[in-house]
């Protein structure tokens, strides 16, 4: 079993930056086939997909929303992925959820039943 754990949620005010990490621990096995990703939820709504960066390759993949301002990185030696923030609003504002997948799973990278590992959640809320 693979456990995530987030960290770095805040309140932060608009055009403001924030980092989130999510540290992989857990079971022994190396993370050289998986996607990392990132996803974002806020109340009512469908879990929407942020950001991914393959663990091997370090291709990243970002939603229209956040390709810019966002960025996707990795740290293999920490089992440990982050997300970058820049320019910050407030439709960012949302619980951020890391994600893996063994790409086992039919779907894409895009789609959250695709991943078989998440992490609790973050809260990340943006100030106007």
């Known amino acids: 079993q693979v456990q995530l754990v987030e960290s770095g949620g805040a309140l932060v005010q608009a055009g403001g930056s924030l980092r989130l990490s999510c540290a992989a621990s857990?079971?022994?096995?190396?993370?050289?086939?998986?996607?990392m990703s990132w996803f974002r939820q806020t109340p009512g709504k469908e879990r929407e997909f942020v950001a991914a960066?393959?663990?091997?390759?370090?291709?990243?993949f970002y939603a229209d929303s956040v390709q810019g301002r966002f960025t996707v990185s990795r740290d293999n030696i920490k089992n440990t992925w982050y997300l970058q923030m820049n320019s910050l609003k407030s439709e960012d504002t949302a619980v951020y959820y890391c994600?893996?997948?063994?790409?086992?799973?039919?779907?894409?990278?895009?789609?959250?039943?695709?991943?078989?590992?998440w992490g609790q959640g973050t809260q990340v809320t943006v100030s106007s």
């Open positions: 857990g079971r022994t096995f190396t993370f050289s086939t998986y996607v």
């Open positions: 994600a893996c997948s063994d790409r086992q799973r039919r779907g894409t990278h895009y789609d959250a039943p695709w991943y078989n590992y």
């Open positions: 960066i393959t663990w091997s390759g370090g291709s990243t």
